[in-house]
């Protein structure tokens, strides 16, 4: 390359990075900015990525986000987003023009029909990317840049996008579930294979450091061969609520079932695990799942059907004054109740009061606590309430009011399940369970806890899911990991940024996918369309059985 050349792409980089600088400090509400240098200019010499979002919701904003984050790698150019308030604020957050705005992604492929139009339209909005373009594509004789759809509408909205992007040629990032039957998924799978694109579902769980360290100690064998594993995808009382009784997934007919959209994460990740040591395809599914506990029979005596006038609201874990307002009004929190101070060593750790009655044992029957303390309230998503990513305080009452959010949760049209474990079987013989609760800790809301049982060992994600414990038979010897704060494995909380969640998972798979397809090296992913498939038809199964009492035989299944 030129020095000319070399010294557009550093321009347009340094371009960029000031574009972001800006955006960050008006939206902090700072007054002044300074000129900020990238980090990395331009990794071996390139433009970055371009994207198109289509959805600006929770998660296609959160992807998004990899492009603020890292502009010399990803930059969004054009929006398609119903909502107008949504739209214009992740618009106005990439720089996107009013020319690249749109109100459905059927309206943005008919000016965007191609990959090469989008990178027309990029050219055409900005100079500096004019400038460098032209220089780079005169250096290797073809547009140096990739171009790539992230789809993020609402999942029974995923097929007909999906199809028209692959065919169209565009690379895809698409947000789980695939889609909400069987059908559809394989429809998608089979046009990325046709178009020769390159497909991601986000599967974020499978690029997370932890995952991926399980996975090699699988592969490896270090603990002998794999057998069973067990694990617990805690939804979290309060995002349950929001979610599934209130929210967007609360009826099947509408979105999914809960399983497929909120576990088929959990049940990807455990068919990547049984595969780790080779191919290994489940035999028999087995499902049992009810919604056991939001339902009109289990209203509190003396409810109203809407929070913000109920006379009992205080003593409701789901109250949504408690879930939506609480954390915006800051209420003050309940002192810690203090340990109780130490006794004297002669004295006994329990003492008992002499003349207590059975009376008192009954009102206070537990041992002295040995700590208490506030929990502290898993955040909402109040985009789904106002339409805004920061509402103000009349729109959220107002909201409350008058919207689903603000219902009581045993007076909703929610039908699914609040919980349900599904049982597999694998072809060398190994088991796995993996159960969904809703009525969970906030403060570990969708920490999953895992146990997988070896030959000659036991590989464990307990408590805060940064920590991998495994306990060698042989050596009778247990060690832990936290692989996210090895360089080798994870990422510093400076480079991950706005994509902190799920436990960091949203950056490893946006910076895998992003590292994929600037290299044109698929191989980099784990989640692509044929392995996708694989695991959204275990969901599919384990419906099918909990809907008609019995055990589904995958073989004969896919026969059919």
């Not at 010499?45 to 502009?71: F, M």
């Not at 038809?537 to 004969?556: G, H, Y």
Request: glycine fraction near 4%; charge should be negative; hydrophobic fraction near 35%.
């Amino acid at each position: 390359m030129s020095l000319a050349s070399e010294c557009v792409l550093v321009s347009w980089s340094l371009h960029v990075r000031l574009i972001q600088t800006r955006c960050q400090l008006s939206q902090s509400n700072v007054s002044t900015y300074a000129y900020a240098y990238p980090a990395v200019i331009m990794s071996s010499a390139r433009l970055p990525t371009l994207a198109v979002l289509i959805g600006a919701g929770q998660r296609g904003r959160v992807y998004s986000n990899y492009a603020l984050d890292h502009p010399e790698l990803l930059h969004v150019v054009a929006l398609a987003e119903p909502h107008p308030l949504r739209r214009k604020e992740v618009a106005e957050s990439h720089g996107i023009n009013d020319k690249a705005r749109y109100d459905g992604w059927e309206a943005m492929m008919k000016e965007l029909p191609t990959p090469e139009a989008t990178i027309k339209l990029a050219a055409e909005s900005d100079s500096a990317f004019n400038d460098a373009l032209t220089s780079t594509a005169a250096v290797n004789g073809k547009h140096p840049v990739s171009v790539i759809a992230i789809i993020a509408t609402p999942d029974t909205a995923h097929l007909d996008a999906s199809l028209a992007c692959a065919r169209a040629g565009f690379h895809l990032l698409l947000e789980k579930p695939m889609s909400v039957t069987e059908d559809q998924c394989k429809q998608i799978a089979a046009a990325v294979s046709d178009s020769g694109v390159t497909m991601a579902v986000c599967h974020v769980l499978r690029y997370t450091p932890v995952n991926r360290l399980i996975h090699h100690l699988l592969k490896s064998k270090q603990l002998g061969d794999l057998l069973h594993i067990q694990h617990l995808e805690p939804v979290g009382a309060s995002h349950f609520a929001h979610s599934y009784v209130r929210g967007n997934w609360r009826r099947e007919s509408e979105s999914a079932s809960s399983l497929l959209a909120k576990c088929c994460h959990d049940i990807d990740l455990i068919s990547w695990w049984m595969e780790a040591q080779g191919p290994n395809a489940p035999t028999h599914v087995a499902s049992f799942g009810k919604r056991i506990h939001f339902r009109k029979e289990n209203k509190p005596k003396g409810a109203t059907d809407r929070c913000m006038s109920c006379p009992v609201e205080s003593a409701c874990a789901y109250s949504a004054k408690k879930i939506y307002l609480e954390p915006l009004t800051r209420r003050a929190e309940v002192a810690p109740t203090p340990s109780p101070a130490p006794s004297d060593s002669s004295s006994p750790a329990h003492p008992v009061t002499a003349t207590s009655t059975d009376a008192d044992k009954s009102s206070n029957d537990l041992p002295t606590p040995i700590s208490s303390r506030p929990v502290q309230r898993w955040y909402p998503n109040y985009l789904a309430l106002t339409d805004s990513y920061t509402p103000d305080m009349e729109d959220l009452v107002r909201a409350l009011n008058e919207g689903p959010y603000g219902r009581c949760v045993y007076e909703c049209d929610n039908d699914v399940m609040d919980n349900q474990v599904v049982t597999m079987q694998f072809d060398a013989g190994q088991s796995a369970s993996m159960t969904m609760v809703a009525t969970t800790d906030d403060e570990r809301t969708c920490v999953r806890q895992t146990r997988i049982c070896c030959s000659s060992g036991e590989i464990e994600v307990v408590g805060d899911g940064h920590t991998v414990t495994i306990t060698d038979f042989k050596t009778m010897r247990k060690t832990s990991f936290q692989p996210d704060q090895d360089p080798r494995w994870g990422a510093s909380a400076e480079k991950i940024g706005r994509l902190s969640g799920h436990l960091g998972a949203d950056f490893y798979l946006m910076s895998t996918f992003i590292e994929a397809i600037r290299e044109g090296d698929q191989s980099k992913l784990t989640s692509g369309a044929e392995a996708s498939l694989r695991s959204h038809q275990i969901v599919f199964a384990a419906e099918e059985a909990r809907k008609e009492s019995k055990v589904v035989d995958m073989r004969q299944r896919q026969q059919c």
